[in-house]
Nanobody, 124 residues
Framework: VQLQASGGGLVQAGGSLRLSCAAS??????????MGWFRQAPGKEREFVAG????????RYADSVKGRFTVSRDKSKNTVYLQMNSLKPEDTAVYYC????????????????WGQGTQVTVSS
């Protein structure tokens, strides 16, 4: 499974960005995986942001992004999205998408596959 994250950039506080994560590979179908978004700010550990599991029809969010971020997917494009609204300077980080063969949405960095990350910078 190869994951390609994109959509990062520089935005002012209060603005919006939409990240995309395109999955590819032999037999790769995102509906087979739980997909997660994580982020890592300079000097900090990688942390869970949001996840979506098709198997159980659930989404899950970190408390810090609830009500501002929305995770979704487009099966026809084999792509997962992270819509980020009302961005804050503390959202600045490299954002990673990940795929997990487990059904539940785990918040730990124990996913099976990882993309390369995309930088999000929010200016104050």
């Amino acid at each position: 499974v190869q994951l390609q994250a994109s959509g990062g950039g520089l935005v002012q506080a209060g603005g919006s960005l939409r990240l995309s994560c395109a999955a590819s590979g032999s037999g790769c179908t995102i509906s087979r995986y739980t997909m997660g978004w994580f982020r890592q700010a300079p000097g900090k550990e990688r942390e869970f942001v949001a996840g979506i599991s098709w198997a159980i029809g659930e989404t899950r969010y970190a408390d810090s992004v609830k009500g501002r971020f929305t995770v979704s997917r487009d099966k026809s494009k084999n792509t997962v999205y992270l819509q980020m609204n009302s961005l804050k300077p503390e959202d600045t980080a490299v954002y990673y998408c990940a795929a997990d063969t487990r059904i539940a949405i785990f918040t730990t960095i124990t996913y099976d596959y990882w993309g390369q990350g995309t930088q999000v910078t929010v200016s104050s």
